[in-house]
């Protein structure tokens, strides 16, 4: 069986979990694609809040001080790889030198501690979360989920991705393309 390749670019997109998908860690996740192309995918799941890290508590371990200004971002699970290193998956008008990641017209990612600065100092972007980790896919293999009824995908809107109502992305990011969560069924049919 060969493996689907990358025919199109989901960067920028969300990957909404199906039910039944088969991986619990994923379960009603929400994940904003950040990179996607032959080679794989990168994405941060945006409806998993860590449950024992804050952000003010993350600044003090990083020795970084809040300055007046400064905000309260929200701080995520963003995937089972590299859980130890942080993404800010941030709007697009925060650009950090030629750390940021320009994802599309919408969203940006920085993965530098300049960033955790600059929000502490109330000088970032006007919309933040971070993620620690991320999910990761090899080439062909989110084809290949999303194929096996695994993922839905949907164009990610700001006001989905920085909801600080993170019970609700799953089936606002389902409404958004017309879906009723109570009609989703967790396995394939094949016409």
Known sequence: M????????????LLIAMPGMGDPRFERSVIFVCAHSEDGAMGLVVNKPSPDLTFP???EQLSIESGGGGRDIRVYIGGPVEN????VLHSSDYASNSSTLEV????????????LE?????????????????????????EQE???????????????VFSVDDTA????????????PVTLSGSAGRA
């Open 104 to 115: 599309d017209d919408t969203f940006g990612m920085t993965a530098t501690l300049d960033i």
């Open 84 to 87: 130890g290193r942080g993404f």
């Open 2 to 13: 060969t493996t689907p390749r990358a025919t199109v670019d989901l960067s920028g997109k």
């Open 146 to 160: 999303i194929a096996q009824n695994g993922w839905l995908t949907c164009d990610a809107r700001a006001d989905i």
């Open 57 to 59: 508590r993350l600044l």
């Open 118 to 142: 600059d929000i502490a100092r109330g000088r970032g972007p006007g919309a933040a979360l971070l993620a620690l980790g991320y999910a990761g896919w090899g080439p062909g293999q989110l």
């Open 169 to 180: 992305k799953w089936v606002a990011a389902l409404r958004s393309l017309g879906v009723d």
